[in-house]
Nanobody, 115 residues
Framework: QVQLVESGGGLVQAGESLRLSCAAS????????MGWYRQAPGKQRELVAV???????NYADSVKGRFTISRDNAKNTVYLQMSSLEPGDTAVYYC?????????WGQGTQVTVSS
């Protein structure tokens, strides 16, 4: 079993920055993949940024150049640094991890960007 706890969401104005954190209950080095997804009202959940099984990173086109995913293995934590936020980034952001072929999700953290 894996528990994921997100933090760092909030209400910001367009152009501002936020950093999300996702703390895992076990070593993130054991995960096949780990990253961030988001779901806006009335829309499907979508990938934002992820570390793949090869250690590479993938980003949604809509966030490239604005968002950066990083990790601290010693703290079992993955971060999402979000800059130049836009109202279109408003969503619930979920942390995801793939461990032993199972998918695990955090409870989500709300990010709201006002114009």
């Amino acid at each position: 079993q894996v528990q994921l706890v997100e933090s760092g969401g909030g209400l910001v104005q367009a152009g501002e920055s936020l950093r999300l954190s996702c703390a895992a209950s076990r070593s993130i080095s054991s995960f096949k993949a780990m990253g961030w997804y988001r779901q806006a009202p009335g829309k499907q959940r979508e990938l934002v940024a992820v570390f793949t099984s090869t250690g590479n990173t993938n980003y949604a086109d809509s966030v490239k150049g604005r968002f950066t995913i990083s990790r601290d293995n010693a703290k079992n934590t993955v971060y999402l640094q979000m800059s130049s936020l836009e109202p279109g980034d408003t969503a619930v952001y979920y942390c995801n991890a793939v461990f032993l072929a199972s998918y695990y999700w955090g409870q989500g953290t709300q990010v709201t960007v006002s114009s």
